[in-house]
């Protein structure tokens, strides 16, 4: 689990922190963008095993960064983790259509945001597997 690398997507520094505390804890190593626009550019240089990114961003949101990033073939392969405070069902319909692999609710519990990543990956890896 050791070489996972999973890239945390969110304008606010202490959520990054507190994410790559616990992904640290879990055994994943993380990196950290502050805008969806640099997400993209992260992506398409190195895509990680997963993204987990903030809805609510400056700039390009966290539903338009996953579109984009969906609609490319060299990066619609990497699962969006997205993490939310939105729970009204047009706003999970509206992830959902904009291509995200999974849903977090804010408050985040960590453990369930453990597993929910350690899942993804497996995911991830069995897709590179096939397609390797």
């Known amino acids: 689990m050791a070489n996972e690398t999973i890239l945390i997507v969110d304008d606010d520094d202490l959520i990054v922190e507190v994410m790559q505390a616990?992904?640290?804890r879990g055994g994943y190593h993380?990196?950290?963008?502050?805008s969806g626009e640099s997400a993209i550019e992260f992506v398409r240089a190195d895509p990680p095993d997963l993204i987990l990114m903030d809805v609510s961003m400056r700039g390009m949101d966290g539903l338009e960064t996953t579109r984009l990033l969906k609609d490319d073939p060299a990066?619609?392969?990497?699962?969006?983790?997205?993490?939310?405070?939105?729970?009204?069902q047009r706003?999970?319909?509206?992830?959902?259509?904009?291509?995200v692999d999974d849903i977090?609710?804010?408050?985040?519990?960590?453990?369930?945001?453990l597993l929910r990543v350690k899942s993804l990956v497996r995911i991830k890896q069995l897709h590179d597997q096939l397609n390797g």
Not at 75 to 88: I, K, N, R, S, Y
Not at 104 to 111: A, C, G, H, I, M
């Open 22 to 24: 616990h992904l640290e």
């Open 30 to 34: 993380s990196e950290a963008v502050y």
């Open 75 to 88: 990066t619609a392969h990497v699962p969006v983790l997205l993490v939310t405070g939105f729970q009204e």
């Open 91 to 99: 706003d999970i319909d509206k992830a959902i259509a904009a291509g």
């Open 104 to 113: 977090l609710f804010k408050p985040v519990n960590n453990s369930l945001m």
